[in-house]
């Protein structure tokens, strides 16, 4: 959870009710391009001896004389495999719906390399669109490897595909949040958008810069950090369709990756680890959003998380639907082994209707000096929130609950249903009136009592807790018998923190959704075991065992 505001600034009017959400329904819905290409093609090998006019047979021989081009619709600048090119790519135009112009390469061999040394990007885009660039790999830059930009305020920039590439090495050492990365696209411009951006197999990684991969859609940043906080923002000023996917994210100084300001975005199967390396400020998190509204996080893997552990610096997580989100679904997803929480929700403005689902976070909690504790799923300003279906398996460097909801009450709907808590310390939950417990399995394997800590008094059993805050009635005191339970190796898992035949969490849960109006539990688990069709037979945790 974000404790100073930098990089996003929107809001809207609350949502009152659930969204059930369907696969495709957020950004590309796992699409890749299928533009088809025209107009002249331009080819540029960077070993040839002498420079020639740009066509196959007479290439260039360095990025000078693509800079020199007005690129237009439909054209092609492909480089030659197993070549390397010195300098930036600040190629100029733009293409057009349908006829984008595409930055690729030609032959065979290895992908060609452009180096840009200390430019400060590599490649470089400024208030153009409908650019595709794929299979290169990118190295240096100075506080960029990719970096599209747009300065124009009330205006649009559509349709960015980068897709297949290899971008690390930037040279510059991040001082503060959202300063630098080797992936960014992010307009300036006042109420400027960005729209249709599909983000697929790309690799950031090994570098001091702050994010891995960040696509600010909308141009708010800087200028009206309170924003979200304090008035509504038209839904036409934020970006939309935005889809980063197969990528993967590793050994960065701030967050891995981050996308924000936009309706309909999609984060799912990518990996993301070993970020947050700063030693100084308030290093972000694995992968998270920020003023995302109707947004998917799903089936990824983040792990190896960290941060300072400063003071008032609190993230260092895996997952994190933060500030000023709406109607954002986090399921299928494996957090471990971070510094601070697995999963947070909400933070300094409130999000509003979000839905934790089917995840399993294992062994976070990692770094001590990081006060308060955060827990394994860590609940801050929300307006309705749905947390069911989750197995936590927790480990902490010091004493934490697995689950922490501190908001203030609210009369909005938060339940926390049909979760396992496995924890090496004895705290299960640390919540506050407001919120509905009931069909988890509790269990710590410390040879102390359990305790629950509701609304500010601890309780040393179950029953104690049971009868004096009126939760978690259905919910029980066991092993829940997990295959694996204390598993947190990178890989997502496939038998382990399955639930043993004789588990007591199979049938005990329920159906969260009976009664709430639009509201859907979804289609299948964690592990891909479709979901009971009927209000009965649902298993407590993220397994629903054939």
Known sequence: MRKVLKLIVFVFPALIVFTSFVFNGCGHGGSSSTTTQAGPTYYVDCSAPANGDGTQTSPWNTLTSANAVSFTAGNQLLLKR???CQGALNPAGSGSSGAPIAVDAYGAGAAPVIDGGTSSAVVHLTDQQYWEIRNLEIVG??????FIEGTTSNSALNHFHLINLNVHGAHYVSTGTGDSGEVVIRPTGVHQVVNDVLIDGVTAHDSQVYAGILVGAAGHFNEETAACQQQPTPAEQLGSNITVQNSTVHDVY?????????????????????????TDYDCGTGLWEWCCHSCMIQSNESYSNHNTGLPLYGDGGDFDIDNSNIANVLQYNYGHDADGYCIAIGAVSVSTNSIVRYNVCSNDGRNGKIQPPQGEI??????????YNNTISANPAIGSAAFLATAQPSTDQRIFENNIIYNAVPQMIQAVPGYTLDYNIYWTTSSSSPTWLWNGTTYNSLSAYQSASGQDGHSLYIDPMLNDPTYHSPGR????????????ARGAGTN??????????GTQDFFGNPLPMTGTGYDIGADQAP
């Open 378 to 387: 860590l609940v801050g300003n929300v307006n309705g929130v749905q947390v």
């Open 82 to 84: 197993g070549t390397i």
């Open 254 to 278: 701030g967050s891995g990756m981050v996308i924000d300001g936009l309706n309909n975005g999609l984060m799912q199967n990518n990996v993301v680890y070993n970020s947050g390396l700063c």
């Open 493 to 504: 898992p496939a038998s382990p923190l399955t639930l043993q035949a004789g588990s007591p």
């Open 141 to 146: 830059g100075n506080k960029f490897g990719i």
């Open 512 to 521: 969260v959704c009976l009664g709430i109006g639009g509201c859907s539990v």
